[in-house]
């Protein structure tokens, strides 16, 4: 049996032709598979949207080369209003036109209940579609026809307190999304069953962080004996399948260790990955659970973006755990670890390397993929309400667990709902940053790579463009290592609607000098710990904002393998990466840094070519140690974006 890919790309043989313009309002063509498949094929996909921007893309990266040989052929997707028609003419003269939708591919289903399915789900879709020979059906048949066949939930079967929580578990760790009708749909038929009166279905069903903080909650009730309000016990942690979903949740840093001293007595052995001592020893225990684990989760070379999102958070929980006090690893387990380490960093960046043009083409929704999806993503939630975003400078995937550890003692009540996010390569604060703030690929802002002056003019263009006015609008950058009492001021009252606030602290505190791993931790929580992020996080949620956290570039350790000597030659010397105008320049450089990638350049403009240091190796003198960015370790390159929920609020 083939697949629905198939259907699509039987017209994109190797050569067929340079242009082709593809009709794609379902987004079929920014599949992540269709997308991989297009790019071995010698493809390059580009999304038309603003007139202006295109024409430079299309200008500076594709016509005036065609005939040089330098780059494949392109498709150019048009995924609103009037189809291909949109294009200018000489696009459309020159190229050939070809239209994909959801009602050509599956007959006899609803078009409008499968737009809002996750493409990834088309696969099991169209396995269900061809066996079962499906006629035509109403809208409400589509929708339980993809309940069943696509997320393979059966309302009728969920019973029981232990098939619900056991069916939320599965759902909620892998961070499965429905679609509004289909968790209507499944509230509906759910709150029918008796024997599930008193559970929260209507919070709990559709929103992950909801569910946490129930099952946070219902993990207290049951190793203490309390709650925080007088709550039943619902959940029975101690059923087989729930107790080793909820291990893997305390693994991961999804769910928080309560205190031995608040634990009562004669709780059985099983429950330890779910209390702390706070120990060395149970440091160790737990560093020692969470690294296997990752072992465990190691992604394929061939592996979906989506399983690498969710292998950085387990990966950050390890490195955390790592540097949290583990002192007493013996020479063969600090060798594993290494070995681990390389290991991770390898198979990432040769997965990166292969994946980056596609992971650029892939749409901000349901969540975003890359920081320059963010701004996109909050216009989509914002509705009429009000969004601040929170952008921490270099803060990587490790250091919010640190982060988000003390804030939760800070304000318990608080949750937080995190979805990892790729950033550009190289990892500079100019590439990063700006993209976040701009809502734009770099290749978008040749003129300012190399400072963050304009990101505040950025920012306010991006808003405006989404029809907020200029008053609506707010920019705040904050160098400050203690309080933020000037940033709160800046924000409070007055008609602001989408505003971001960047903080440099935590960079800045990295940059500073020659840190080990442990002491970043330690300057991490320090800062945190003095509550001044707590008194503006609590300010703005205060003001009704939707507040976000997001992150421009994480660090790693790194050893210095030497520093090339080329004076004037290199635009940007940076430790793990650098930039040169010509990529003569660069492959010359290369040349006297073996282990030096010559990256791909992808979403860079032209005349900006960047250098990276193989491994986990620097720029820097022979063997010396560094904590620094640039390069594309999944530290580097994987970052938080994250929700901030406090409690009164639901997704």
């Known amino acids: 049996m083939g697949n629905w890919r198939d259907d699509i ?40 949207g603003d007139p202006v921007a295109f024409r430079y893309l299309y200008e500076s990266s594709y016509r005036d080369r065609w005939d040089e040989g330098k780059v494949g052929d392109l498709v150019v997707l048009v995924q609103e209003g009037s189809g291909a028609d949109a294009l200018p003419f000489d696009l459309q003269s020159q190229g050939r036109t070809l239209p994909f939708g959801l009602d050509r591919l599956f007959p006899g289903l609803d078009p409008n209940v499968l737009q809002s399915l996750d493409r990834s789900l088309l696969d099991r879709l169209h396995t269900a579609h061809t066996r079962a020979g499906v006629p035509t059906l109403t809208e409400t048949a589509t929708r339980e026809f993809v309940l069943t066949h696509c997320y393979r939930i059966v309302p009728e079967h969920i019973d029981t307190p232990a098939a619900l929580v056991r069916w939320l578990l599965d759902r909620h760790y892998h961070a ?62 101690d059923h087989t399948d729930i107790r080793f979903t909820v291990d893997n949740l305390f693994a991961e840093g999804l769910l928080h260790p309560l205190p031995a001293a608040e634990c009562r007595p004669g709780l059985p052995a099983w429950v330890s990955c779910g209390v702390g001592a706070d120990t060395t020893e149970d440091r160790t225990v737990r560093f020692r659970l969470v690294r296997d684990r990752a072992r465990e989760l190691l992604p394929s070379s061939d592996a979906s973006h989506r399983e690498w999102q969710g292998f950085a958070v387990v990966w950050a929980e390890a490195v955390a755990a790592r540097w949290a006090g583990v002192d007493d690893l013996d020479a063969p387990e600090v060798r594993e670890w290494a070995q681990l380490h390389d290991e991770v960093e390898g198979r990432f960046g040769d997965w990166l390397t292969r994946r980056m043009g596609s992971l650029a083409s892939i749409p901000p929704h349901p969540s975003p993929v890359m920081v320059h999806h963010i701004p996109h993503w909050l216009d989509s939630v914002r509705g009429r309400g009000k969004v601040a975003l929170v952008v921490i400078d270099g803060l990587a995937l490790d250091q919010w667990v640190v982060l988000q550890d003390e804030l939760q003692f800070q304000e318990p009540g608080w949750s937080y709902d995190l979805v990892p996010v790729f950033t550009w390569v190289p990892t500079f604060t100019q590439v990063g940053r700006q993209a976040i703030l701009a809502g734009e690929l770099p290749l978008y802002f040749p003129e300012s790579l190399k400072t963050t002056a304009q990101e505040s003019s950025r920012w306010r263009r991006w808003w405006e463009e989404a029809k907020l006015s200029p008053s609506e609008v707010g920019y705040v950058l904050s160098t400050s290592m203690g309080s933020l009492s000037d940033v709160i001021e800046q924000t409070a009252g007055g008609g602001l609607r989408a505003i971001a606030i960047v903080l440099t602290a935590i960079d800045r505190s990295i940059h500073k000098g020659a840190l080990r791993p442990p002491d970043v931790q330690y300057q991490v929580r320090q800062w945190v710990g003095a509550g001044h992020l707590r008194e503006l996080l609590s300010h703005l949620l205060a003001e009704g904002f939707a507040v976000f956290l997001a992150s421009d570039h994480g660090n790693v350790p790194a050893v210095g393998a030497g520093s090339p000597k080329e004076g004037s030659l290199v635009e940007s010397a940076g430790s793990r990466a650098r930039v040169y105008s010509d990529p003569a320049l660069r492959a010359q450089t290369a040349q006297q840094c073996p282990n030096a990638i010559e990256w791909t350049d992808t979403g860079l403009p032209p005349g900006y070519h960047a250098l990276l240091a193989g491994g986990l190796t620097a720029f820097a003198a022979k063997d010396e140690q560094v904590i620094t960015h640039g390069g594309m370790a999944i530290e580097e390159v994987v970052v938080p974006f994250v929700r901030v929920i406090d409690g009164t609020e639901h997704q």
């Open 9 to 48: 790309l039987k017209h994109f043989e190797r050569g067929v032709a340079r242009l082709t313009l593809v009709a794609d309002p379902d987004r079929l063509i920014t599949e992540e598979g269709i997308l991989n498949e297009l790019h071995q094929r010698g493809y390059h996909v580009e999304v038309y």
């Open 176 to 237: 499965v999304v429905l679609p509004e009708e289909l968790d209507r749909l499944v509230l509906e038929r759910l709150s029918a069953v008796p024997a599930l009166n008193g559970l929260p279905l209507r919070e709990v069903l559709p929103d992950r962080a909801a569910f946490l903080r129930f099952l946070q909650n219902q993990w207290r009730l049951f190793v203490a004996g309390s709650g925080d309000g007088g709550e039943v016990l619902l959940v029975p942690f």
